[in-house]
């Protein structure tokens, strides 16, 4: 026990200004179970519990299942890794004439926060054609399997290298199709409503009598009722089903169905779903602290907006 006090002792003293160290280590800290670590030179994964905290290095692997979350503190700032996401810490390194570098790979979903920046960052993107070169202040990053990454900034300014440079500002997200789409929306900034404002065809809740909508997980009334919508308000209709009588929408932060009878839209191109589409996949955090709730609020709003996203 007295060991590893002092290795962890050393670590956060390196963290503290290690500059003339040849290799820093950041300090990991398991937010629920559900997390594995891949030590550099190695071939197995190790599952570590919640709770832990450790000293990660440059080569070192980090992944989550779909209810894991780890924090790693880098000198000058930090990056939640949240479920279903897996990072690699490239490099982590003093970087001359002073500061640090940090380079890491991502597949899946990170916020990060900077009080200061480091001197040089590179976020890779799940082989991509783009990486982050700037991290920005309080930002928010989807790299995710088989779908276009995306990026929100709530504060500061995060570059994007590709075939050309761009600055996401606080305020937008970035859809990094090629050539990236960049939007500007009020909080919560996350994909799913991304891809409302993007791809969604615009319009409104009308019942008759000025009745709520009622949210359904799935196509029918015996699925998962998600919330309501009240009467009149606007809405980002993404897909109707065969029998042309549910709509998929952009719901919180995630997706959802309405009855067609009770919205008010004009749109004719909407993509077609089989009707027995399994029901929406509900992408969520557990066990979640008050200073997650500090790092996600930007993105995802309060656990009181969303209890499908915020679970206990």
């Not at 929408?249 to 009707?275: E, S």
Request: hydrophobic share 45%.
């Amino acid at each position: 026990m007295r060991g590893w006090a002092l290795l962890l002792l050393g670590v956060l003293t390196g963290l503290a200004g290690a500059q003339n160290e040849l290799e820093l280590s950041a300090v990991l800290t398991v937010q629920t179970a559900g997390v594995e670590v891949l030590r550099v030179a190695t071939e197995r994964w190790l599952p570590v519990s919640a709770g832990s905290v450790m000293p990660i290095g440059s080569g070192d692997r980090l992944r989550t299942d779909e209810t894991g979350r780890v924090k790693l503190a880098f000198e000058g700032g930090l990056m939640l890794l949240l479920p279903e996401s897996e990072l690699q810490l490239i490099a982590y390194e003093p970087s001359q004439p002073a500061g640090v570098r940090v380079e890491a790979g991502l597949v899946g979903v990170v916020v990060q926060r900077w009080e200061s920046p480091p001197s040089a960052y590179v976020l890779r993107l799940d082989d991509g054609p783009y990486t982050l070169t700037s991290p920005g202040v309080h930002s928010a990053v989807w790299s995710l399997p088989d779908l276009t990454d995306s990026l929100a900034v709530a504060q500061g300014e995060v570059v994007v290298s590709g075939a050309v440079e761009q600055r996401i500002t606080a305020g937008q997200m970035a859809w990094l199709s090629v050539p990236a789409q960049v939007v500007t929306l009020s909080e919560p900034f996350n994909n799913a409503r991304l891809e409302g404002a993007l791809f969604g065809c615009a319009g409104s809740v009308k019942t008759d009598g000025g009745q709520n909508l009622l949210v359904r997980r799935g196509i029918g009334t015996g699925y998962q009722a998600l919330g309501f919508i009240p009467d009149r308000e606007p809405i980002s209709a993404m897909a109707i089903n065969e029998s042309e009588n549910w709509v998929r929408i952009q719901f919180r932060n995630h997706f959802g169905w309405v009855l067609r009878l009770a919205l008010d839209i004009n749109c004719p191109d909407l993509l077609h779903l089989p009707n027995n589409l399994p029901p929406e996949r509900l992408y969520s955090v557990t066990e979640y602290t008050a200073e997650e709730v500090e790092l996600l609020r930007p993105f995802y709003g309060e656990p009181r907006d969303d209890p499908f996203f915020y679970v206990r």
